[in-house]
Every structure is written in structure tokens, then in C-alpha cells.
């Protein structure tokens, strides 16, 4: 009843959001004064399209296919596959290009398991990598939730995209499965891992492609910060009163385009509960529609099977069997306003989540900053004390000397971590923005098409079987005239 394009929530969005997101990372470089001028960041690898079995394919002149003579080898306990080209050159002409690394998710595997599976290709120019071409490279949701837990404990300065679930059913819809959402979700996101110039250089994403067996990296909680920021304070809370997040007396215009942003997207995180509240509604409603609409459909050919009339008994069937297919097209409606639109809410809640997270993380690296500056400061007190001392000993001299050190590049290291957050910080808020936008104008608009469509479908049937009543009631007519 549905064509691709009106499954897919992002079909056709994939790639203008990674042209977005390269000429964003391009423009607010994070590590800039530490970078060659004119040397811009790896760009982000083209955005593979959706294809019509698999759910996503890579465009075909860069698809992530391993030569025959060179193919990946699977483990059958593994799941990872590793290419047996680890040491070749890349052709002319790409040596110069930005680092490559890009993700083409296949398909879903054995969604029977509790725990559904994927498989994907990988293509990388990144030299930490063993290898250029990883193909069929199989993880479980979990493995996905466990990578995204590393990334986020381990770059809480960085926005890390918000993984998608693993499910398309919701209370609203009961057992519905479209594991084409679900796989779209899932390479959107690992495109935009791909995308982030400091996630995709992160160690365990390299062993998350590489390892043989089932991926459990070392890292999946945040070390506790010197200062933690407080659990209640943040710029979002859910049924609880919210503590401000402590400004500064003199905020650069930095800090204030961050508190816009915290009270926008608080706005926005009530509103997308509403929205998500009332799709699950309307896809309830819907769905008892759609039951009703068969009902009399049936109701409608049983009648027909057994009426006399044969004019009649034309038209009752085949207006049955047009209730019928309405009510398939309301109840396919209301599967994917219930599961779609459910699962992107659900992914821009989280996202919203994480968005506090990250903000109350820079307020705490700032907070330890100071406070390491004030050691510092400490410090160097002691030892001008010390200097005017006249009974210093050499023992006590070196251990304020030592002291003085160890607080110096303690402050040095806190300061380069809060001067490099706000960079990191400004190109992930410009990407969320504009995948944000993207995201909810594709949703919407791919739900306007479907609804139309199921409203063209729906005046078909109902004009053929006005037209074939009218056809009946005509032959009837004729035939009573003629036998009169």
C-alpha cells in the first residue's frame, strides 16, 4: 500500500544532512590551533541511500563491496569480518583525499531473537584501522547501546547522537514491526558518529568493526568528575522542580547562546511528549476504525454471498470488498503513526536528555578549571613563602617545588579541556540543530504523503464501487423493463 518513499522517514534527507554536517565540522574546527591553516577535518564520507530490500545501499560507484579474491571471512561465533587487505595502498588520487569512513547498514537479522541483530559494511581511509573494507560485520542492538554508552562516557564535552531503538512496537500499536525505520534509524546514526571528527577517531569504534566476538568495551560509565555537576540542576527535568544551572556574573555571548538553546529545547522536549502522546492516540483511534471498516466490509460480502438478486448481490460484495481495503489502508496508517513517529520522538527526547547532560558536563570541566587555578594560585604562594623563609630546608624546597609543578600542569591540562569544550561544543550544537530540522521536517512531510495517498487510495475504491452499484442498478432497470 506504501511506497518507499512514504516508509522511510528520512528517505532522500541522508545526504543533504551530511553535506550540512561537513560544512559545519569544516567551519568550527575544535582543535584549529593545533592544525596546519587551510587543513580542514576528515570529511565525512557521502550518505549511502535507502534501497528497496536491504533498507540502505551505498551509492554504486563507492559501495563497501569486498573484492572476490580479497573477501571478508566470517567467524561463525564472531559476527565481525575483517578484510584480508590490511596493507593496501590506496589508489591515485585518494592519498590525498580526507580520511574515509563510512557505514552502509544491510539488514536485520533473526528478528526472532530477543534481541534483534544487524549486519553492515564498513569503507575507511582512516590509518588506526587494520583494514580498508569490512563486509558483513554483525552486531546486536545491545553491542550498538553499549558503543553509544563508551562514546558518551567517554566525550562528555561532545554530543554524541542519540541511538535509535531497536523496535518500531509501542503500546500503541501493539506488536507492529518495520524494521526499515529501524534500520534507517540505526545508519543515520552511524553516519553521524562517522560524521564527528573526534568520535570517529575513538579506539573502541575501530575494535566495536574489528573484533571477532562480541564487543564489550572497557569504558561504558563516565569517571566521576572532580566536581559533579548536581543530579536535580540542568536545563530539562521531567515531574521534578528544576534547579538553574548557575551563571556566571559577567556570561560571554557563548554562555548566553547556550541558555537560549537549554530553554528552547525545554520548550521543545514538552511539546514532543504532546506530540508523541497524541499520534499514539490518534493511531488508537485509527486502528478501531479500521477494525469497524472491516467489520461492515465483511459483514457487506457475506450478504452479497447469499443474496438472489444477482444485481444486488454484485454490488454488496463489491462495496464489502472496497470497506475491506479501506480498512487495510486505515490500519496501515495507523501502524506507522504509532511507530514512526513514536520512534523519532522517542530518539529527540533522549537527544534532548543527552543535550543536559552535555551542558552540565561543561559547566562542571569550567567548574574544575577554576578550581585547579586556585590550587595553582596556592601553590605559588606557598613557594614565594617559602623563598622569603630564612629556615627552608632543601627537602621541603623540592616537595614545594614538586607541588608547584604537578598543580601547573594540572591547571594547564584543565584549562586546554575548557577551551577546547566550548569548540567542540559550538560545531555540535550547529549539527544537532540541523539535524533536528532536517529530521522533523522529513518525518512530517513523509507523514503528509502517506496520508494523502491512503486518501486517494481510500476515493478509488469508493468511486469504483459507486461505480459498479450505479452499473447494477442500471442492468436491473433494463432487465425489469424487458421482462415487463
Not at 531473537?113 to 563486509?135: E, H, Q
Not at 543515520?188 to 577517531?201: N, T
Not at 536528555?353 to 551542558?359: I, P, W
Not at 491512503?454 to 469508493?462: D, T
Amino acid at each position: 500500500m506504501y511506497s518507499e518513499d512514504e516508509i522511510d522517514p528520512h528517505r532522500g534527507q541522508a545526504q543533504a544532512t551530511a553535506s550540512a554536517n561537513r560544512s559545519l565540522y569544516n567551519s568550527i574546527d575544535p582543535f584549529a590551533e593545533g592544525r596546519p591553516e587551510g587543513e580542514a577535518w576528515g570529511a565525512q564520507e557521502p550518505s549511502a541511500h535507502t534501497g528497496s530490500d536491504a533498507g540502505t545501499h551505498a551509492d554504486s560507484d563507492t559501495g563497501t563491496h569486498a573484492d572476490s579474491d580479497t573477501g571478508t571471512h566470517a567467524d561463525s561465533n564472531a559476527g565481525a569480518h575483517t578484510g584480508s587487505n590490511s596493507g593496501a595502498q590506496p589508489p591515485a588520487g585518494e592519498a590525498a583525499a580526507a580520511p574515509l569512513l563510512r557505514f552502509t547498514v544491510g539488514q536485520m537479522v533473526d528478528r526472532s531473537k530477543r534481541t534483534p541483530g544487524f549486519t553492515f559494511d564498513v569503507m575507511t581511509t582512516l590509518p588506526s584501522f587494520k583494514a580498508r573494507r569490512y563486509a558483513g560485520v554483525e552486531r546486536n542492538q545491545i553491542e550498538f547501546e553499549r558503543l553509544q554508552a563508551h562514546l558518551r562516557a567517554t566525550y562528555p564535552e561532545c554530543l554524541v547522537p542519540t541511538l535509535g531503538p531497536g523496535t518500531t512496537a509501542s503500546k500503541y500499536v501493539g506488536d507492529y514491526q518495520n524494521d526499515r525505520i529501524v534500520v534507517q534509524l540505526l545508519q543515520q546514526w552511524l553516519a553521524r558518529v562517522a560524521a564527528h571528527p573526534l568520535l570517529r577517531q575513538d579506539y573502541e569504534l575501530r575494535q566495536f568493526v574489528e573484533a571477532p566476538f562480541a564487543f564489550n568495551p572497557a569504558l561504558t560509565s563516565a569517571p566521576a568528575l572532580s566536581v559533579a555537576p548536581a543530579p536535580s540542576a540542568g536545563f530539562f527535568s521531567w515531574g521534578k522542580a528544576r534547579a538553574r544551572v548557575a551563571r556566571s556574573a559577567n556570561p560571554t555571548a557563548f554562555e548566553r547562546q547556550l541558555e537560549a538553546t537549554a530553554e528552547n529545547l525545554d520548550a521543545f522536549q514538552r511539546n514532543l511528549g504532546d506530540v508523541r502522546r497524541w499520534h499514539g492516540r490518534l493511531a488508537r483511534a485509527r486502528a478501531r476504525l479500521a477494525l469497524d471498516v472491516r467489520d461492515a466490509g465483511t459483514k457487506l460480502v457475506s450478504a452479497g454471498m447469499v443474496e438472489h438478486n444477482a444485481g444486488l448481490a454484485r454490488a454488496l460484495k463489491r462495496t464489502g470488498k472496497s470497506l475491506l481495503h479501506v480498512g487495510a489502508c486505515a490500519q496501515g496508517q495507523a501502524s506507522l503513526e504509532g511507530s514512526r513517529a513514536v520512534a523519532v520522538a522517542d530518539v529527540y527526547t533522549l537527544a534532548c536528555d543527552n543535550v543536559q547532560r552535555t551542558l552540565g558536563s561543561r559547566q562542571a570541566i569550567f567548574t574544575e578549571h577554576q578550581v585547579a587555578a586556585r590550587q595553582l594560585e596556592r601553590r605559588r604562594q606557598a613557594v614565594a613563602e617559602l623563598r622569603v623563609s630564612a629556615s627552608i630546608g632543601a627537602a621541603q624546597a623540592q616537595e614545594a617545588l614538586a607541588e608547584l609543578a604537578a598543580a601547573q600542569a594540572d591547571a594547564d591540562s584543565k584549562r586546554a579541556r575548557a577551551e577546547r569544550v566550548d569548540r567542540v561544543l559550538a560545531a555540535d550544537l550547529h549539527a544537532f540543530e540541523a539535524n533536528r530540522e532536517g529530521d522533523l521536517r522529513a518525518l512530517f512531510g513523509a507523514l503528509g504523503r502517506d496520508q494523502l495517498q491512503a486518501e486517494r487510495q481510500v476515493l478509488g475504491e469508493l468511486r469504483a464501487a459507486l461505480d459498479t452499484v450505479r452499473h447494477a442498478g442500471s442492468a436491473g432497470s433494463s432487465s425489469t423493463a424487458l421482462s415487463g
